[in-house]
């Protein structure tokens, strides 16, 4: 098995830490994006955390400490907006948002798919806000995620990319009421769903061939 430089796993331990974090703030009241967006201070709420963290997640706590420093250089960087906005975040390559309940109980995730949304870089952070805020209020689809500015080198388009998940693509009438209130948010241009079993082909739109399945 080929090891993961230490850097790398810094990176990926960041990622599962903030997504751990999530779960565990949101357990106690606000996202951690409402807390960062609101200025509210939540240093004695991350620490607890993270020491459950380092006590579940023993090796990824330690490559998270030794890429990023303690765990006062971490909280700066959530206050700054990593993992937060797509345009403050360079550690990890998405930012997800989940719908409030129980997603996973009975999901086929090859039934799954998603809206496709392309802006520019500049327009990242107020597109996922709409996106985002709707989705934790139950608004839109099971869940969404955006890229981020951190330099991905399996991107095919400088744009950053919002994916609206639906729970099943054979439902059309929760497929095109998520297309709508996507309209109601402002994004009115004609984008195209594309299903999870597509993805995991790794069958991708070229000149001549496209793999969406609607398209509105």
């Known amino acids: 098995m080929e090891e993961i430089d230490p850097e790398s796993l810094g990176e990926i331990a960041y990622g599962i830490f903030e997504v751990y974090l999530n779960r565990e703030l949101r357990l106690r009241g606000p996202y951690l994006f409402e807390l960062v967006e609101q200025g509210t201070d939540f240093e004695v709420d991350v620490a607890p955390v993270f020491k459950q963290f380092r006590e579940d997640y023993p090796d990824l706590a330690g490559a998270l400490l030794r890429r990023f420093g303690g765990i006062d250089a971490i909280y700066a960087s959530l206050r700054a907006g990593e993992g937060v906005l797509p345009s403050k975040t360079t550690r990890m390559y998405w930012i997800a948002q989940d719908a409030p309940g129980p997603l996973a109980r009975g999901l086929d995730d090859e039934q799954v798919g998603k ?102």
């Not at 805020?133 to 919002?162: F, Y």
């Open 115 to 216: 809206w496709l949304i392309f802006v520019p870089p500049k327009e990242a952070d107020e597109a996922w806000r709409k996106i985002r805020d709707e989705t934790a209020k139950g608004l839109l689809g099971i869940s969404a995620k955006v890229s981020t500015a951190k330099p991905n080198p399996d991107s095919r388009d400088e744009r950053a990319v919002i994916y609206v998940y639906t729970r099943d693509w054979a439902d059309e009438a929760d497929v095109m009421r998520v297309r709508e209130r996507l309209r109601a948010l402002g994004f009115t241009e004609r984008i195209g769903y594309k299903r999870n079993i597509e993805t995991y082909r790794g069958e991708y739109s070229e000149e001549g061939r496209k793999v969406t399945y609607y398209s509105a």
